[in-house]
């Protein structure tokens, strides 16, 4: 790639690609003025500038429930995924099985490892943070490398798909200061422009899809940034670009703030009608009669309970006959909440209050937002975890927190919704398959067919269950039979038989420790 040129027109082309943002863009802050205004400002605001405030904390109040229950779900603290064998690959490498209960018991401690390094890299605000910019806006794009991860604002980055929806082009925009950049790069942007005299500057970055590669760099003000040139394969793309909801061959998408716009227009238009109307109806006022014999200023100035020359009818109260008005508009600022609370879940609450939450009130979560929000979590579950967990496998690999996997033999499997293709699964079909063999065949064709060693590890595997140390393995079966048979063979044959094994069990003893002796000394003589 020609990144001189590249890097001359990545902003032209930026300004070019903002034409198609534009009008998502536009309804993005629309939906984020009655909402949460400070995610999606007006264009040109500034850190001194004044935001609107909404009428109402209706549509805030939605944006954070839903936020918060889909980061329960979508990162739970619990595996979220599962690293999946496939089954053809493996059958020409495992005739006898035992493989594959090896491997599982290996990929359950690999999954353990990736949810606490998620847990440790402290992404859960800033996914968050993205999961309200995708409700509001419906775009976010986030950025996941070893230093953490950030995320992009509609208003910071544009995106070009393909028809098919994949990612063809991303260019982000950031605003820096000139201790951000290299001096290297100064001395190159002083010696292209040497009267620019500036503290901030404008920072691109763009990602262009190459085949199956994606090729990225970053230029500042037509400079490339030589340090940032590199390229990124699917599984190890740092950038994971978000849409609330798929529209068939748009490169954005819609979010459920613009749903749901027109109840939030309409509710903060009547709450605000009904808020001035009760504050002109709470204002007290008297009236009276220029012709009357009471006096107004004697009237204004008069201590309560005084006693004052006057005449009653000349004294009045303006009065706002509007109660049977103002009741109609809270009757129907009630019904347009509770359609708002059913759209943003305000009404499901599945969870406890509680320092523990059951898996089965989480997956109870995940069906409710599944079935509410018609598919939207399930496509969440491939085009934010599944690229998420890619990434993290990646970043693990090359530290060596992880061990490299093949990946013809093992890929990630989200666990989401409906769709849980789980380890519960697993288990409840081992339990189903000895339970039916035991209850047709009966126990004794268990223990001479089934492998126990195997079965309890699978099920261990299943249940998230570490068995080190805990499952004996088969030379400690072995022994521990030896040693029972000897036992019995023993008593049948009396005190000096009783005798010679332990002799024999001693002298066994001796031996062991010596070799461990000498094991320990050959060492310091060499």
């Given at each position: 790639?020609?990144?001189?040129?590249?890097?001359?027109?990545?902003?032209?082309?930026y300004?070019?690609?903002?034409?198609?943002?534009?009008?998502?863009?536009?309804?993005?802050?629309?939906?984020?003025?009655?909402?949460?205004?400070?995610?999606?400002?007006?264009?040109?605001?500034?850190?001194?500038?004044?935001?609107?405030?909404?009428?109402?904390?209706?549509?805030?109040?939605?944006?954070?429930?839903?936020?918060?229950?889909?980061?329960?779900?979508?990162?739970?603290?619990?595996?979220?995924?599962?690293?999946?064998?496939?089954?053809?690959t493996?059958?020409?490498?495992?005739?006898?099985?035992?493989?594959?209960?090896?491997?599982?018991?290996?990929?359950?401690?690999?999954?353990?490892?990736?949810?606490?390094?998620?847990?440790?890299?402290?992404?859960?605000?800033?996914?968050?943070?993205?999961?309200?910019?995708?409700?509001?806006?419906?775009?976010?794009?986030?950025?996941?490398?070893?230093?953490?991860?950030?995320?992009f604002?509609?208003?910071?980055?544009?995106?070009h798909?393909?028809?098919?929806?994949?990612?063809?082009?991303?260019?982000?925009?950031?605003?820096?200061?000139?201790?951000?950049?290299?001096?290297?790069?100064?001395?190159?942007?002083?010696?292209?422009?040497?009267?620019?005299?500036?503290d901030?500057?404008?920072?691109?970055?763009?990602?262009?899809?190459?085949?199956?590669?994606?090729?990225?760099?970053?230029s500042v003000?037509?400079?490339?940034?030589?340090?940032?040139?590199?390229?990124?394969?699917?599984a190890?793309?740092?950038?994971?670009?978000?849409?609330?909801?798929?529209?068939?061959?748009?490169?954005?998408?819609r979010?459920?703030?613009?749903?749901?716009?027109?109840?939030?227009?309409?509710?903060?238009?009547?709450?605000?009608?009904?808020?001035?109307?009760?504050?002109?109806?709470?204002?007290?006022?008297f009236?009276?009669?220029?012709?009357?014999?009471?006096?107004?200023?004697?009237?204004?100035?008069?201590?309560n309970?005084?006693i004052?020359?006057?005449?009653?009818?000349?004294?009045?109260v303006?009065?706002?006959?509007?109660?049977?008005?103002?009741?109609?508009?809270?009757?129907?600022?009630?019904?347009?909440?509770t359609?708002?609370?059913?759209?943003?879940l305000?009404?499901?609450?599945v969870?406890?209050?509680a320092?523990?939450?059951?898996?089965?009130?989480?997956?109870?979560?995940?069906?409710n937002?599944?079935a509410?929000l018609?598919?939207?979590?399930?496509?969440?579950?491939?085009?934010?975890?599944?690229?998420?967990?890619?990434?993290?496998?990646?970043?693990?690999?090359?530290?060596?927190?992880?061990?490299?996997?093949?990946?013809?033999l093992?890929?990630?499997?989200?666990?989401?919704?409906?769709?849980?293709l789980?380890?519960?699964h697993?288990?409840a079909?081992l339990?189903?398959?000895?339970?039916?063999?035991?209850?047709?065949?009966?126990?004794?064709?268990?223990?001479?067919?089934?492998?126990?060693?195997?079965?309890?590890?699978?099920?261990?595997a299943?249940?998230?269950?570490?068995?080190?140390?805990?499952?004996?393995?088969?030379?400690?079966v072995?022994?521990?039979?030896?040693?029972?048979?000897?036992?019995?063979?023993?008593?049948?044959?009396?005190?000096?038989?009783?005798?010679?094994?332990?002799?024999?069990s001693?002298?066994?003893?001796?031996?062991?420790?010596?070799?461990?002796?000498?094991?320990?000394e050959?060492?310091?003589?060499?």
């Open positions: 790639m020609d990144y001189a040129n590249e890097s001359a027109s990545v902003k032209t082309l300004e070019k690609m903002d034409q198609d943002r534009a009008p998502y863009l536009d309804r993005a802050r629309e939906v984020s003025k009655l909402t949460l205004p400070f995610l999606m400002p007006p264009a040109g605001h500034t850190s001194t500038a004044t935001l609107p405030t909404p009428w109402t904390n209706m549509g805030a109040r939605g944006v954070n429930n839903l936020a918060s229950k889909m980061l329960l779900t979508l990162i739970p603290p619990s595996p979220f995924f599962r690293l999946s064998i496939d089954n053809q493996l059958a020409g490498l495992d005739e006898s099985g035992q493989l594959r209960s090896q491997l599982e018991e290996k990929l359950m401690v690999a999954e353990q490892a990736i949810v606490r390094e998620i847990e440790k890299s402290s992404i859960r605000p800033v996914i968050y943070e993205a999961f309200r910019h995708l409700i509001v806006a419906g775009n976010c794009l986030l950025f996941v490398n070893e230093e953490g991860v950030r995320s604002g509609l208003d910071q980055y544009v995106i798909r393909d028809p098919m929806g994949n990612v063809e082009k991303i260019i982000t925009k950031a605003v820096i200061g000139s201790n951000q950049l290299d001096p290297k790069v100064l001395a190159r942007l002083k010696t292209n422009d040497p009267g620019r005299d500036e901030t500057h404008e920072l691109y970055t763009c990602i262009k899809a190459k085949g199956k590669k994606f090729d990225v760099f970053q003000s037509g400079v490339i940034i030589e340090d940032s040139i590199g390229s990124y394969t699917e190890s793309m740092p950038y994971i670009a978000l849409r609330w909801n798929l529209i068939s061959g748009a490169s954005y998408g979010g459920l703030g613009e749903e749901v716009l027109g109840d939030l227009k309409t509710s903060a238009g009547l709450i605000k009608a009904l808020v001035e109307g009760t504050a002109a109806s709470a204002k007290v006022l009236l009276v009669s220029p012709n009357g014999s009471t006096r107004a200023r004697q009237l204004a100035e008069s201590e309970g005084a004052l020359q006057g005449n009653a009818n000349d004294v009045s303006v009065r706002v006959d509007k109660h049977s008005d103002f009741r109609v508009a809270l009757e129907t600022i009630r019904m347009i909440n359609r708002l609370e059913h759209n943003f305000l009404t499901q609450s969870t406890r209050d320092e523990r939450v059951t898996a089965r009130e989480i997956d109870v979560l995940k069906e937002l599944d509410a018609g598919g939207t979590f399930s496509q969440l579950s491939q085009s934010f975890q599944l690229p998420l967990v890619k990434r993290m496998m990646h970043m693990m690999t090359k530290s060596k927190a992880l061990p490299a996997m093949p990946k013809e093992v890929s990630p499997v989200i666990t989401t919704g409906l769709e849980s789980g380890r519960t697993d288990l079909k339990d189903a398959f000895i339970g039916g063999v035991i209850q047709t065949m009966g126990p004794q064709m268990v223990q001479q067919y089934v492998n126990v060693g195997d079965y309890l590890k699978r099920r261990a299943a249940l998230g269950i570490n068995t080190k140390g805990l499952i004996k393995t088969e030379e400690q072995s022994q521990e039979a030896q040693q029972a048979q000897q036992m019995q063979m023993a008593q049948k044959l009396g005190g000096p038989a009783i005798e010679s094994m332990t002799k024999q001693m002298a066994a003893q001796e031996q062991e420790q010596g070799a461990a002796e000498q094991e320990q050959t060492p310091e003589a060499a």
